[in-house]
Every structure is written in structure tokens, then in C-alpha cells.
């Protein structure tokens, strides 16, 4: 294997990557994206719940191919049983549409090739190659050979168990408060409501939340999320849902024809997602929505503004870290706010019992919501039950 050389190297052909390695095709540079596994998307750690309005933003269409269900709403169930419906226009970034997963990914990337974009599987980056300060491309190993790749920039999509940022010298760690551990099904032949996301919420899943999101009419994956922090023993998150399963027959009855393990960081985005030459993007930035755990809308809309700042750069010749900061400042004033708020609800509604879980939920399921903003709903509830969601009323 030769050594190769590209304008923009994109490390890691998740949803982030692959949009950042398309916008930055569309924009002139030639670009190269490498992805360690044998196939892209695959296997599937998600729980493949997305909110529709950001796609026409991106410019992708909505296809049968990769949609499994749409859905209306979503239904946020207390431990005691109380249900909150919200429309699909509220419920998130996880919400509106139910998808495969493994072929939205690929569906992201073949845009990329369309784009000009070269793609190599079962291409892992070892290391990056610096020239000073300024990150010049990677070391990587393709079926047991090894090899340099040179690029202008490099956009470092390598999702949560980013490395090429902690290779360039940046701070990546995550803590255990910020980290959820994850375990998902997708149960066949169950009987759930199509409409509708649930998710469960209190002690059966510490600082998570347990989710049904429905692929069809019998299909759901279903999976829990649990904070590391919360968790003493290993094998905690399978066991928990695994006794929520088994407790509720309308589940117990399916049959899994996949089971995964993974890890969210449900932590703040990074400080600095650029240092000369190199950028982060998507989950390797740490731009999952800490409430929800979503984080694919959060990654291909910086995926965009990397793959534009990219192209820009290589045009100008201008690979400083002044010049990247142009994607760190678009970005933030994209997202930022509602990642820090959202943080800051995760960290508060990690304190809470079941029992003010119960009170918060059943309180705001009896306020007639249509036409109100957050900060009206917190306030009817507080009229109500005075102290119980101050703490919420300023994060919004
Ligand atoms: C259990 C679970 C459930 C989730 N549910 C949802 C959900 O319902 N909705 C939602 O919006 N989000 C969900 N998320 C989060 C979502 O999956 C991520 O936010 C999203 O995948 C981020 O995309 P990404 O491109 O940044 O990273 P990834 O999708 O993780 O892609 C990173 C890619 O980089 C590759 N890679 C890593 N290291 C290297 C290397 N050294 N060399 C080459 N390639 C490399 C990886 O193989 C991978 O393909 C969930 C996450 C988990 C774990």
C-alpha cells in the first residue's frame, strides 16, 4: 500500500463523517474517508430514533429504504405509571421518525461517494502525523498493512471512543458521571403502539431511561441507557432491562434477532474541537443531546459546517487553527446553548426520586400544553406544586 494524499481526510464513516466528507467533496476538496469496520453502520448501536425537521436542512430525503415507522409522539412514562404524550414537534431529537439504522448510514455515505468522496473499509487510523503543531494526516492499517495518509485537514468523526483527538494532543476525557452505559434489543413480535416513542424513566433506569421505539407493528428496539456513576457492577444495564422485559408480557413474548452493548457520553462538548489542521466532529466532539442521548442530528449538522470550513480552508490554503475556528464558533452558536441546558437538566434530573418523578410528570400531563413554551408548562406546574420545578424554571 502506498502512501496517499488527500485535501481533507475524514477518519470514521458514521453519520457525522460521512456528512462532513460530502460537504466537503461538494465544496471542491478532494476528500478521503476511512472507516475501520468491514461495513458501514454496522452493527447497529442505536436506539435509531430521529426527529424529521433537520433532513431537508441537509438535503436528504426522507426513503422508504431506510424508514421503519413514523411516528407521532413521544410518551414519557413515570415509575409509578403516570404518562406524558407529547407531539412529535416536542419530543426531541429522537423522535419522528423510527429508522434502520445500519442503511441510513450507509444511505449518508453513498451521498458522500456521490460526491466524489473515495471511501476505504476495514481502514483503521493508528496515530496522527504532525509536522510541529499542525496535524498533517494519519498512520493507518489496512488488512495488516500499514501506511501513511497525507491531508490538508483532517475532520476526526471517530465517534465516542475518539482517539484521534487524544493522539493530537487534546483533552477527551469523559467522566463516569457523563457516560451512559448502554443495552439494546430488537424484539420481534411484541405488541406495542406504533404511534408512539416510550421511554421510562426512574430508578429501573439510574440517571437513564429505558425506550420502546417502534419499528412496525410487532418490531421495536428497545434498549436502556444507565449512568456509569449510578452502576455498580458490570452487566447492570442488560439486567435491568432484562427484569422491565420480563415484567411486562406484551415484550416478554418477542424474540431478539440483535443484541448490543455500547456507551453514550452524556457529557458537555468538548472545549476546543479544533487545533491546526485537525477538527471533531459528532460524538468524537461530544454533541449528544445529554437528555436524550441523540446525537445523530447534533453530528451531521456540524458534519456540514466541517466538510464547508474544510473545503474553505484547503481553497485558501489556510489550514491554521484561526481559520478552523471558524467551525468551532458555527457550530456552537448552532447548538450550544441547548447542549449546555440540556446537560444541566440531565444533571438535576439525575437527583431525583421516583416519587418527584412521579409528581413532575403527572403534574405537567395535566397541563393543557398546546401553544406553550417550556418555560409556560414549568411555570403552570410550579402554580400548582410550589418548589418542584424551580430548579428547571431557569435552564430555559
Ligand atoms: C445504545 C445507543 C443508542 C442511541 N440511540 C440514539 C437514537 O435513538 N437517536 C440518536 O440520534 N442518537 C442515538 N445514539 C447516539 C448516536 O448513535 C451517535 O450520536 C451517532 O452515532 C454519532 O455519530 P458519529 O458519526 O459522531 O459517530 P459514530 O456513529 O460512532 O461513527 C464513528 C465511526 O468511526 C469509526 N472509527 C472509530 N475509530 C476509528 C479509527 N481509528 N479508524 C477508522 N474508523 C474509526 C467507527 O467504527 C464508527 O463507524 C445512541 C447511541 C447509543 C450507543
Known sequence: MENLNYDVLVVGAGPAGSTAARYAAMNGAKVLMIEKRQEIGSPVRC???????????????PDPRWIANEIDGARIIS????????????????????????????ALAKMAAKEGVDIMLKTAALGVLKDGEQVVGVKARHM????????????????????IGRWAGMNTVVKPKDIDSAFQYTLVG???????????????????YIWIF???????????????????????AKRLLDEFIAARPNLAKGRSVQDVSGAVSVSLPL???????????????????AITGGGIYNGCIAGKIAGEVAARAVKENNLSEDFLMEYDRRWRDRMED?????????????????????RIIKA????????????????????????????????F
Open 214 to 236: 417502534p419499528k412496525g407493528d410487532d418490531v421495536a428496539n428497545v434498549g436502556i441507557g444507565v449512568l456509569l456513576s449510578k452502576i455498580k457492577e458490570p452487566g447492570t
Open 271 to 289: 472545549d476546543k474541537t479544533v487545533i491546526p489542521g485537525l477538527m471533531l466532529v459528532g460524538d468524537a466532539a461530544r454533541m449528544i443531546d
Open 79 to 106: 415509575p409509578s405509571g403516570y404518562a406524558l404524550e407529547v407531539d412529535e414537534s416536542r419530543a426531541g431529537d429522537e423522535s419522528g421518525y423510527v429508522i434502520y439504522r445500519d442503511l441510513f448510514d450507509k
Open 144 to 163: 495488516g498493512e500499514e501506511f501513511e495518509i497525507h491531508a490538508k485537514i483532517v475532520i476526526g468523526a471517530d465517534g465516542f471512543e475518539s482517539q
Open 338 to 358: 441547548r447542549l449546555y441546558r440540556n446537560w444541566m437538566v440531565k444533571e438535576k434530573f439525575a437527583t431525583l426520586s421516583d416519587d418527584d418523578i412521579d
Open 364 to 395: 405537567i400531563s395535566e397541563v393543557d400544553m398546546e401553544k406553550m413554551t417550556m418555560v409556560d408548562i414549568l411555570r403552570a406546574v410550579e402554580s400548582k406544586i410550589p418548589g418542584l420545578v424551580k430548579d428547571f424554571m431557569g435552564m
Open 47 to 61: 436506539g435509531e430514533g430521529i426527529a424529521k425537521p433537520w433532513l431537508e436542512r441537509l438535503g436528504i430525503e
Open 190 to 208: 411484541v405488541d406495542i403502539d406504533p404511534r408512539f416513542n416510550e421511554f421510562y424513566t426512574g430508578s429501573i433506569a439510574p440517571g437513564g
